[in-house]
């Protein structure tokens, strides 16, 4: 016996649900236990980069297994694995495409004297503390938060509630900015202090980094780009503009506090790159439209 339409469209429904809601749950508690981990090492007087390790590798296993047992389970395609050499293309061009977008920040930022280059700084401690950092961000930021938001949780979005393209943006991204918030009150559940302080300033960036992610994803079509642009990301904002205790590619005086992070970090490589690869996605839509 043959299912009606209506009974088909509402289990499809009721499957995109049940996609979304899982996948969202799973990024937000391996987060979650993941900072519990990080606070519980951190006890032992052990070292930064070892915390960060040990945070890395208790979301990927959590986050990872969980994810492709859902997607197993719902029979999703996978835009993840496995990795080829088409994906190390996008991979690639994600990191490039930002730190590309971050070098022409500091050439703007340098010939209208926002900030004065001082010095430069090559070495094998910056090399190796840049590979080490970019490992750990990949397994404890990039590779989680791409394919359990901009991969499963905008899937069942778009193409199991078979929500329109800027519907399907727009829910991904208050997902996203939920997660941060959700972990913020499971830490002060357990006695915590929050990790993040959520203030405007920091749901403004996140919700235009993840669009910019997102179109990322969209214009490639595959969720490598947006972890290489992730990561390098993260890389120029530590090792570049706000190094803290990291060794630092160079070193600089701004007219103002804040004004490099501000103008690189966010104008430059979040919002030049959402509006560059707007156009792209627009112009690849026109294209497709056109033929």
Not at 35 to 47: D, N, P, Q, R
Not at 50 to 79: E, N
Not at 215 to 228: E, K, M, V
């Amino acid at each position: 016996m043959s299912m009606s339409p209506e009974h088909v469209n509402k289990k499809q429904r009721n499957i995109g649900m049940a996609i979304i809601g899982m996948s969202w749950l799973t990024m937000t508690l391996g987060l979650f236990f993941a900072t519990l981990a990080g606070k519980l090492v951190s006890t032992m007087s052990t070292e930064e980069w070892m915390i960060h390790l040990t945070q890395a590798v208790v979301i990927t296993s959590i986050v990872l297994p969980l994810l492709l047992l859902i997607r197993r389970h719902f029979h999703m395609k996978s835009v993840l694995l496995p990795l080829t050499g088409k994906s190390i293309v996008h991979l690639l061009s994600g990191a490039i495409f930002a730190t590309s977008l971050a070098f022409m920040g500091l050439v703007i930022a340098s010939m209208n004297n926002w900030i004065t280059i001082t010095e430069w700084h090559f070495s094998a401690e910056l090399l190796l503390a840049v590979v080490l950092n970019s490992c750990i961000a990949f397994l404890y930021e990039a590779l989680p938060e791409e394919l359990s938001m901009r991969g499963m949780v905008y899937d069942g979005l778009r193409y199991r509630l078979r929500l329109p393209v800027f519907f399907a943006y727009v829910i991904q991204v208050l997902l996203f900015l939920l997660v941060p918030i959700s972990v913020s009150l499971l830490q002060e559940l357990v006695g915590m202090d929050a990790g993040n302080r959520i203030t405007l300033d920091y749901m403004i960036l996140l919700l235009t980094y993840g669009i910019t992610l997102q179109l990322l994803r969209s214009l490639t079509g595959s969720l490598w780009a947006s972890i290489g642009f992730h990561i390098a990301y993260l890389e120029v904002a530590r090792f570049v503009v706000v190094p803290g205790d990291n060794p630092a590619l160079l070193n600089y005086t701004a007219q103002d506090n804040g004004l490099a992070e501000i103008f690189i970090l966010y104008m430059m490589i979040i919002f030049v790159g959402a509006i560059i690869l707007a156009v792209l996605n627009a112009w690849r839509w026109w294209r497709m439209h056109k033929s």
